[in-house]
């Protein structure tokens, strides 16, 4: 059974703080991970995606790629309130198809 | 601009009846996804399309199929709805040109649909 594991939250931050984000999945084949985000009564919205192990930043967003561990990570530096939202980790496991995670719900305190 | 578009955005219906889902994407993608979302369950794959004429079943198949007939349309038929079907439906695409391990999935607004 392919799993794509996060802790649903919520993870409460302050204004301005970073917020860590972190997924584990099971699937030592899994070539592309993704992060999206997701705001109440909308659709899920593509933020990042990464396919070699390390650090990809793009803007306040960094991705994080352990393949080793099997684990991906989601730092969100400088935090806005306009950041809370539940953020969908992904990973590719057959072909062009991917597994979801249940998302951890991001709030950030003013 | 290239987009998604589903319809209904919310639909009610009564249990029994046959419910058609659409999905419209103008960007010319080959792969063409549903999935479900329920609280608790995250994502699920109902049914998948690599391509016209192709299909294929995901993790929650079962009550629900598919057809595609060109690029641009995934319609999701629910055969004979059932209040378990309650939920909010996504539709998605990607390209596969850049090949099987980079598959970024771009999604519609989703279709609320509700089973009495």
């Known amino acids: 059974q392919k799993e794509v594991e996060q802790n649903s939250g919520p993870l409460s931050v302050p204004e301005g703080a970073i917020a860590s984000l972190n997924c584990t999945y099971s699937d030592r084949g899994s070539q592309s991970f993704f992060w999206y985000r997701q705001y109440s009564g909308k659709s899920p919205e593509l933020i990042m995606s990464?396919?070699?192990?390390g650090d990809k930043e793009d803007g306040r967003f960094t991705a994080q790629l352990n393949k080793a561990s099997q684990y991906v990570s989601l730092l969100i530096r400088d935090s806005q309130p306009s950041d809370s939202a539940t953020y969908l980790c992904?990973?590719?496991?057959?072909?062009?198809?991917?597994?979801f995670g249940s998302g951890t719900r991001l709030l950030v305190r003013p | 601009d290239a987009e998604i578009t589903q319809s209904p955005r919310h639909k009610i219906t009564e249990t029994g009846r046959q419910v058609t889902l659409a999905c419209h994407q103008t960007?010319?993608?080959?792969?063409m996804f549903w999935y479900r979302q329920d609280l608790g369950h995250g994502l699920r794959l109902i049914h998948y399309s690599y391509g016209v004429h192709d299909t294929n079943k995901g993790e929650v198949s079962d009550g629900y199929s598919v057809s595609r007939s060109n690029t641009e349309d995934l319609p999701l038929t629910l055969e004979s709805a059932a209040s378990s079907q309650t939920s909010v439906y996504f539709c998605?695409?990607?390209?596969?040109?850049?090949?099987?391990?980079?598959?970024?999935?771009?999604f519609g607004p989703g279709t609320r649909l509700t089973v009495l």
């Open positions: 960007w010319n993608h080959n792969n």
């Open positions: 990464i396919y070699s192990n």
């Open positions: 992904a990973v590719n496991w057959s072909s062009y198809k991917l597994i």
């Open positions: 998605a695409s990607s390209e596969p040109s850049m090949g099987a391990g980079y598959n970024e999935q771009f």
